[in-house]
């Protein structure tokens, strides 16, 4: 934490550490390996249409909490309710928020809740987000190698995924909670 977040955390709240990401789930088919009798072979559907909502997402590595929010796009208006959110949820503590290089995550216009500080990961570095690892969950476990007619469908599905991770703060954990990730929660 340098010089500006001890300053902008003058009441000297606990420190919450969250790693955020968004993602895109919709209805372009996603096959996937899977397992079937050795004489037969599985048939997937799919459908090359192109239609998507985004999931911003948070995940807090030490408690196992994560807050999550859907939306038709990917603009700096939406993260910035996003990060409200998040604030609100966590009103607390003093949320250092790790974030990628997206566009919306460096603009002018994006609304940094006063308990909340974002530092950004190196460029196209998604394998130090463990937000990641959330979102292939869902892929995996709600969308792969399934058909959907219509975009609420997947977005129906993810949904159930992420209650169901919101109910399970073991397994955010154990998503999350990386070696090095931990060695930083050891130091605060």
Known sequence: MDKDDREKNH??????LMF???????????PRACWAHQELRPIIKSALIREYNYVFGAVAPKTGSCDFMIADNMKTENMSLFLRQVSQAHRN???????????????KE????KNMSL??????SP???????VWNILRRDCLANKYFKTLADPINGVECGLNELLDNKKKIRTLTKWPWIN???NTT
Request: aromatic share 6%; net charge negative; glycine share 4%.
């Open 11 to 16: 009441r000297n709240l606990p420190i919450c």
């Open 20 to 30: 955020q990401d968004e993602a895109r789930f919709g209805r372009l088919s996603e």
């Open 93 to 107: 503590n003093f949320i250092i928020m790790v974030v990628d290089g997206a566009s919306t995550h460096r603009s």
């Open 110 to 113: 994006l609304v940094v809740p």
């Open 119 to 124: 530092i950004l990961l190196p460029p196209y």
């Open 127 to 133: 394998e130090l987000n463990p937000t990641e690892m």
């Open 183 to 185: 060695k930083i929660l």
